[in-house]
């Protein structure tokens, strides 16, 4: 059994953010996750459907890995990434770092891991590693998902090279401080308007505050597009909910991270920017809420009132990006 000492193995809600929290704490450098959210720039929506898809695709961050290495950027650190389509190679690639005494991150499909509760592929889902034995990879995830889990290395082996949307050939990474590290309280502000400007000039309808808006129109008619709705819309609201897709966590993990700006800095900007994501987190669970219940119940009368709260959050969401680019 190989282990690497003094990691702490805390879980927390969001994927990426859990294990760069693992992989940085360990570096020396404790940052709440609302701060590595942030920080990262993590904030952003796309409303994806088409012919091919069995449901539509809502998200509520940038796509997977983008806040690592907008936060590795941000920070200076130095991102160490492997990538091969080789089994042999890719086990090299995550046990070497291991051995050497440094957890590892690594993106792959959740599908394949044996304590993952919800047998759904997802190929941009990120945990850190921090040991293994002759039989198991020992790993952090979430909070949801149990924090310090363990799970076969075959299984493991499979989740690192699943192909498919999202997906990243057997990625693994390490993070490494700078020799003399800048203030991170010096980056936020930066970081907080390169969010806010992605986010308002996202270039196609699907995305940002357009997205929303997109979403707004499409959500009404989800009773017709499901499949089988009431699977697939309570599965969509507590993916929104608990999962992010959506938006309902990652408003509130904005949400929480402006609220420690305003704890940094006195702004008045960053005030109303807190106060108006608070209000679309809290809109974002109803949105969740009443699409659970359309799902259950069969009446589009729920989906038709999350249209409007859904045509509402796209207008505080740009009023308050529109206050946060201007910081």
């Not at 499909?109 to 921090?130: E, I, K, P």
């Amino acid at each position: 059994m190989t282990i690497v000492k003094d990691v702490e193995a805390r879980g927390t809600h969001h994927c990426e953010t859990t294990a760069l929290g693992v992989l940085l704490r360990h570096e020396g450098l404790d940052l709440s996750e609302p701060m590595l959210f942030g920080l990262g720039s993590g904030l952003s929506f796309v409303y994806w459907d088409g012919k091919n898809m069995a449901f539509p695709f809502l998200g509520g961050r940038v796509r997977p890995f983008d806040l690592t290495r907008n936060l590795a950027a941000r920070l200076g650190l130095t991102l160490t990434v492997k990538e091969t389509t080789s089994p042999r190679r890719a086990w090299e690639n995550v046990a070497a770092p291991i051995d050497a005494g440094r957890p590892v991150g690594l993106q792959l499909d959740c599908y394949h891991l044996d304590y993952f509760r919800s047998r759904t592929h997802f190929g941009g889902h990120v945990v850190a590693m921090y040991g293994y034995d002759e039989h198991d990879a020992y790993l952090v995830d979430t909070e949801q998902q149990g924090g310090a889990v363990r799970t076969g290395l075959a299984g493991l082996a499979l989740a690192r090279a699943e192909r498919g949307p999202m997906t990243a050939r057997n990625r693994s990474f390490t993070v490494t401080l700078p020799a003399r590290p800048s203030s991170w309280q010096d980056r936020i502000i930066p970081a907080v308007r390169d969010c806010a400007d992605a986010f308002l000039a996202a270039p196609i309808a699907n995305l940002g505050h357009r997205g929303i808006e997109k979403a707004g129109r499409q959500v009404p008619g989800w009773l017709l597009r499901a499949g089988d709705p009431r699977r697939d819309l309570p599965r969509a609201a507590l993916l929104m909910e608990k999962g992010g897709t959506g938006g309902a966590l990652f408003r509130a993990l904005y949400r929480d991270f402006l609220d420690e700006c305003t704890l940094l800095f006195d702004d008045g900007g960053l005030r109303t920017g807190h106060r108006l994501y608070a209000e679309a987190a809290a809109l974002w669970t109803d949105v969740s809420a009443l699409i659970a219940k359309a799902g259950e119940s069969g009446d589009a009368g729920y989906l038709q009132r999350a249209g409007a709260v859904l045509h509402d959050l796209s207008r505080v969401e740009k009023d308050a990006m529109r206050v946060l680019r201007r910081l």
